[in-house]
């Protein structure tokens, strides 16, 4: 008679749980969600209100950060090849110089300037922040095919001089009410380290709200170069390219947006015939070269829509993965 144990050396048989589809378990006939019991159709009315609210944000709206450096062409491919109307929330000095008089005056482009700012006594981000935050609540974003911010960089500098002026504002205060209190008086607008703290937290909020409009969002941001030096006989440095941003900022804002590209421009000294002399593209992929650089690009993820080094162009783009390409309707500037 055989033994029902296995022998030394083999392993019990092991029983396969059926599949998944054959395994059936039957939904709860009552759920609690935010401190309330719902049940029958109340729970059928909760998820159909959720799957309407999913609905009604179409997706088809690209989130994209291009990094470059100076006349890379991260500014104009923006402005001259991204659905129209476009509003341009200009925060670098002259940003607009590349927008044409004949688009202000139809109403494709849309310039609010930020620059400018008394740096003893800001207010330009305070304004932009009541911009955005109206313009979402009241529905001018709609109107809008494409909002353009630039830049990243700047936005983030007069951030931080907003942070710590009214920091500086509200100790004075304090200590102008309270001459005894224990309140370290701020000698001028210099951040100091819980500035960025503050200014972390506020610019992830800020950018996780402004996503939400219904329009495409380009956002530049200039690069940075640092000489390094990998061992210590190293007598050549290498240069490291990185988002000029605080490192904080540069780990947590470019997750925020589903493309992250690096603007380039290459010279050909010997073009061929038909061939321009010089050439603007994206580069979409990270590269061991450029290794702090955080690119990346979702089109990619089923299936290899948008190359690794793709030509600046939005329309083209958007075109090419499915997402709107086509202008609104243009609203013309009153005389």
């Known amino acids: 008679m055989l033994s029902s144990k296995p022998s030394i050396g083999t392993r019990p048989a092991i029983q396969q749980a059926p599949p998944p589809s054959v395994v059936k378990k039957p939904l709860s006939k009552e759920i609690e969600i935010f401190g309330r019991k719902l049940e029958?159709?109340?729970?059928?009315r909760l998820f159909f209100s959720l799957k309407k609210?999913?609905?009604a944000v179409d997706p088809r709206y690209i989130r994209a950060m291009v990094i470059g450096a100076?006349?890379?062409?991260?500014t104009r491919s923006a402005i001259y090849t991204l659905p129209r109307p476009i509003c341009l929330f200009a925060f670098d000095p002259d940003s607009e110089r590349m927008v044409k008089q004949e688009w202000l005056e139809t109403g494709e482009v849309v310039v609010v300037r930020f620059y400018g700012d008394d740096p003893s006594a800001p207010s330009a981000y305070r304004r932009y922040e009541q911009i955005a935050r109206e313009w979402k609540t009241n529905g001018v974003f709609n109107y809008f095919a494409s909002l353009v911010i630039d830049?990243?960089?700047t936005l983030q500098n007069i951030h931080l001089l907003?942070?710590?002026?009214?920091?500086?504002?509200?100790?004075?205060?304090?200590?102008?009410?309270?001459?005894n209190s224990r309140v370290k008086r701020r000698l001028d607008n210099m951040p100091e380290l819980k500035d960025y703290s503050t200014l972390k937290t506020n610019s992830i909020l800020e950018f996780m709200s402004l996503c939400a409009i219904p329009c495409h969002i380009v956002l530049t941001a200039h690069v940075k170069e640092e000489n390094i030096y990998e061992e210590e006989d190293d007598l050549v440095p290498k240069v490291r390219?990185?988002?000029?941003?605080t490192p904080a900022l540069t780990s947590n804002i470019p997750p925020l947006f589903g493309e992250v590209y690096l603007a380039q421009e290459t010279i050909n000294n010997n073009p061929k015939k038909g061939e321009a002399r010089i050439s603007y593209t994206w580069l979409t992929e990270k590269t061991n070269a450029l290794r702090s650089v955080p690119l990346g690009t979702r089109f990619?993820?089923?299936?290899?829509?948008?190359?690794r080094n793709e030509p600046q162009d939005f329309r083209a783009l958007l075109k090419k993965v499915g997402y709107f390409y086509q202008d609104k309707p243009f609203i013309k500037p009153k005389e």
């Open 40 to 44: 029958g159709e109340e729970i059928s």
């Open 53 to 55: 609210e999913v609905e």
């Open 70 to 74: 100076k006349h890379s062409g991260k």
């Open 151 to 153: 830049s990243f960089t």
């Open 162 to 179: 907003q942070i710590s002026f009214e920091d500086r504002v509200k100790k004075d205060n304090l200590l102008k009410s309270d001459p």
């Open 241 to 245: 390219t990185m988002l000029n941003a």
């Open 300 to 307: 990619n993820v089923e299936q290899e829509l948008v190359a």
